[in-house]
């Protein structure tokens, strides 16, 4: 089983400032890791994915996040954020391994409102 | 793109009755997942379906039931409905065929029990 972690239920941040959103989690087995975002009565839409390889992976609208398998994190950063970028974002974890239908069977943490301020 | 799309978008029921929710999938996935979202919470894996058979199950109540039609949509069926199944229901799909799939979830289905 895996569970998922994120230390901060709420980010403010100023219009140009960097951002980072905390997640940790906890697994007997290898993960796959995603960041999901949700905007105000929208579904999930997916920001990045570490599957293998690079422990670093750039996903859309300039995010980007780094997987660390020591510490059982997967922070999301950007280096200066929007307006347009809040919303809540989601941490996920997903069984690797398991086969295909793996992707799709995640456990998510309980999610951080980033708010953005001009 | 054609993305995973679900109907009806809102719905509203009273308590004890019946709802079914529908989702068809991206064109060619053959795995379907459904997750309730309650009110300030994370989404929940409720079950999955991978060519038409249940895959995968989470904490589904056994109230509900879900199925994968031949042309690939699912249905979640939810019988005498409570106040605390209202929630927002996502479902998702994927293909299992390619190297670094994913899912993509559709809109969701807001779901009021009154």
């Known amino acids: 089983a895996q569970s998922v972690t994120q230390l901060d239920s709420q980010v403010p941040v100023f219009e140009e400032a960097p951002v980072e959103l905390r997640c940790n989690y906890s697994s007997s087995v290898s993960v796959y890791l995603f960041w999901y975002v949700q905007y105000p009565n929208q579904g999930l839409q997916l920001l990045l994915k570490y599957l293998s390889g690079s422990t670093l992976v750039k996903g859309i609208n300039g995010f980007e996040a780094e997987f660390n398998k020591s510490q059982t994190s997967f922070h999301l950063r950007k280096p200066s954020v929007h307006i347009s970028d809040t919303a809540e974002y989601f941490c996920a974890v997903s069984g690797a391994g398991a086969g295909g239908t793996s992707y799709g069977k995640l456990t998510f943490g309980q999610g951080t409102i980033l708010t953005v301020h001009p | 793109a054609a993305g995973v799309i679900q109907s009806p978008r809102h719905l509203i029921k009273e308590k004890r009755e019946t709802a079914t929710l529908k989702c068809y999938p991206i064109p060619r996935h053959d795995t379907v997942y459904w997750y309730q979202q309650g009110p300030g919470q994370d989404p929940q894996f409720l079950i999955s379906f991978y060519e038409k058979m249940q895959s995968d199950k989470g904490s589904i109540p056994d109230r509900f039931s879900a199925q994968q039609f031949s042309d690939y949509h699912s249905e979640l069926n939810m019988s005498s409905l409570e106040l605390g199944d209202s929630a927002l229901y996502f479902c998702?799909?994927?293909?299992?065929?390619?190297?670094?799939?994913?899912?993509?979830f559709g809109q969701g289905t807001r779901l009021t029990v009154v």
């Open positions: 998702a799909s994927s293909w299992t065929g390619g190297a670094n799939t994913e899912a993509f």
